[in-house]
């Protein structure tokens, strides 16, 4: 499977700030995901990350929130805008590669705490 | 609606006692794909195994062994012989296939915690 890394690992944010995530991965994959995960609880689905267009955003995100970019088929970025403290979460990206086109591969994720 | 449920919140056993960690899911759709994701403290998420709707083989991979039973809509994870490097929050995911996309709905994660 893809081997994904995931920048920064962790950081610690003031409210009213925004942080860029990034995700790496290191062959072309067909698709990509964004999801967050609030202390103690379960993943949610962001949006997926549309290579040369718009992301497509779950119901409660919105793109002003949560801007995404994905410029080639190995790289994509999650920003988190204008943090408040309930921002605080792991935020992880997951691919589908080309030979199990069912199976999502998650990055080791990026703890974010909005002080 | 997709939904996963993991009833059970956190469970504590000592080392090389067997467990099982349960998962119902509920789908409308005839074909969908299960799945069992491993978090350990460090936080990322590890795939364990991906069973489809088509396949109600039972699977075993060294200690660990799932039981997937459509009648019931489970997908039950049984791990034997436990160690303490099993310690994780266990996620079970209903994948929806639907219109080309890849949509994964999870649990509530079950805790696991091993103890010597």
């Known amino acids: 499977s893809a081997v994904i890394s995931q920048k920064p690992s962790r950081d610690i944010c003031q409210r009213g700030t925004s942080l860029t995530i990034q995700c790496q991965v290191d062959s072309q994959v067909t698709m990509m995901f964004w999801y967050r995960q609030q202390p103690g609880q379960s993943l949610t689905l962001i949006a997926t990350?549309?290579?040369?267009?718009?992301?497509?955003?779950e119901s409660g995100f919105v793109i002003d929130k949560f801007p995404i970019s994905r410029p080639n088929l190995t790289f994509s970025t999650l920003t988190v805008s204008n943090m408040s403290p309930e921002d605080s979460s792991i935020y992880l990206c997951?691919?589908?590669?080309?030979?199990?086109?069912?199976?999502?591969?998650f990055g080791p994720g990026t703890r974010l705490t909005v002080l | 609606a997709q939904k996963v449920t993991q009833a059970q919140t956190e469970i504590s056993v000592v080392e090389k006692e067997d467990v099982t960690l349960d998962c119902v899911y509920e789908t409308r759709d005839t074909t969908y794909y299960l799945f069992w994701y491993k978090q350990p403290p460090s936080g990322e998420l590890v795939f364990l195994i991906r069973?489809?709707?088509?396949?109600?083989q039972n699977e075993i991979s060294g200690r660990y062994s799932w039981n997937f039973q459509k009648s019931t809509s489970s997908f039950n994870f049984t791990i034997t012989a436990s160690q303490v490097v099993d310690s994780a929050v266990y996620f079970c995911?209903?994948?929806?296939?639907?219109?080309?996309?890849?949509?994964?709905?999870f649990g509530t994660g079950t805790q696991l915690k091993v103890e010597l």
């Open positions: 997951s691919v589908v590669d080309g030979l199990e086109i069912d199976t999502q591969y």
């Open positions: 069973r489809n709707s088509f396949d109600e």
């Open positions: 990350a549309n290579q040369g267009s718009e992301a497509t955003y």
């Open positions: 995911a209903l994948g929806d296939l639907t219109g080309g996309g890849n949509k994964l709905t």
